[in-house]
């Protein structure tokens, strides 16, 4: 079993900067992949960014590519979304997610069988 805490959304303005931590607890999350996702109102959840086994690789959405950072903490066991320049399309409940059967990074959100219970992120313009 592996439970996820997500925290630190909040309401942000254009350009400002964000960033979300996922705890984890129950496995070392360097055991698997873990991703982030989210949704916006009326939309299909998609896949933000993802880091593999051991964190050994990275993998993000162009819509987010070069403005957002995954890493994690193997000590605290918390996974992080670094977000910098963010947009109004960026406004979304964010959630974390662990895929406990794969060590490479999946896009599908259907891949990941543990999941948090999502922040929210709202960017003003």
């Known amino acids: 079993q592996v439970q996820l805490v997500e925290s630190g959304g909040g309401l942000v303005q254009a350009g400002d900067s964000l960033r979300l931590s996922c705890a984890v607890s129950?496995?070392?999350?360097?055991?698997?992949?873990m991703g982030w996702f989210r949704q916006a109102p009326g939309k299909e959840r998609e896949f933000v960014a993802g880091?593999?086994?051991?964190?050994?690789?990275?993998v993000y959405a162009d819509s987010v590519k070069g403005r957002f950072t995954i890493s994690g903490d193997n000590a605290k066991n918390t996974v992080y979304l670094q977000m910098n320049s963010l947009k109004p399309e960026d406004t979304a409940v964010y959630y974390c997610?662990?895929?406990?059967?794969?060590?490479?990074?999946?896009?599908?959100?259907?891949?990941?069988?543990?999941w948090g219970q999502g922040t929210q992120v709202t960017v003003s313009s």
């Open positions: 997610a662990a895929d406990t059967g794969r060590f490479r990074i999946s896009r599908a959100y259907r891949s990941y069988d543990y």
């Open positions: 129950g496995r070392a999350f360097t055991n698997y992949a």
């Open positions: 880091i593999g086994y051991i964190g050994a690789s990275t």
